[in-house]
């Protein structure tokens, strides 16, 4: 069965420190992985999509990595912010019931406290 | 980047009427729209994928003629939820990408929060 799953649900981080969050998938075939921000109340933003072939990716303060051998990808995020606050998503790329589609993760709810 | 916008953000309405949320790609054709639903503390829910000029495919227990779905033009694609009820208030999300299929990159809607009193 094409599952994500996140880790930890939820997190909470003083301002400035760094912080890692896991998502491990189990969908095949695989296309890509994608990490997503969503503010309450808003839509998910894409903060990096990595293919098959690529083990880092970076967007400002946000790090994500990927191990296609074992299933795996992290999301770094350095010097926190208090905007940092949401919740973040990984999304895997797959098949699912016949046809390409995102198979999303629970996502790990993270609080940025002063 | 690419932007989809939604309309209205949030509506709150009584029990038994039917609400229109719109889904535009403001600039790039979207043949393919996809539609979510997201309830508090949960992550999105694909409910139908949207294709422009043809039927809608829907997930496996989303009601068809619950949760209507027009996309009558490539930038256009709209949700009307019949006759709701307060069980289909949540968080309505849709997405779009330029090159239409789902594992091509997806640009997210700022959604559609629904209250049904």
């Known amino acids: 069965k094409n599952q994500v799953e996140q880790s930890p649900q939820s997190l909470i981080i003083l301002e400035g420190k760094n912080c890692t969050l896991q998502c491990n998938y189990t969908v095949s075939p695989f296309s890509n992985l994608r990490w997503y921000k969503q503010d309450t109340g808003r839509g998910p933003v894409s903060l990096t999509i990595m293919t098959f072939s690529e083990n880092t990716k970076s967007n400002g303060r946000y790090t994500a990595t990927l191990d296609a051998d074992t299933k795996q990808s992290s999301l770094h995020i350095t010097a926190s912010q208090l905007s940092d606050s949401a919740s973040y998503i990984c999304v895997v790329s797959g098949f699912s019931g016949g046809y390409n589609k995102l198979i999303f993760g629970a996502g790990t709810r993270l609080a940025v406290h002063p | 980047g690419a932007v989809v916008s939604q309309h209205p953000s949030w509506v709150i309405c009584k029990s038994g009427t039917s609400v229109k949320i719109e889904c535009r790609s403001l600039?790039?054709?979207?043949?393919?729209m996809f539609w979510y639903r997201q309830f508090p503390k949960q992550s999105l829910m694909l409910m139908a994928t949207s294709n422009e000029g043809s039927k809608a495919t829907y997930e496996q227990g989303v009601e068809k003629d619950k949760f209507l779905i027009n996309h009558a033009s490539l930038t256009l694609s709209t949700l009307t939820v019949t006759s709701a009820h307060p069980e289909d208030s949540s968080f309505y999300i849709c997405s779009a990408g330029p090159s239409g299929g789902a594992g091509e990159t997806q640009y997210f809607g700022p959604g559609t929060r629904l209250l049904v009193l």
């Open positions: 600039d790039f054709q979207a043949t393919t």
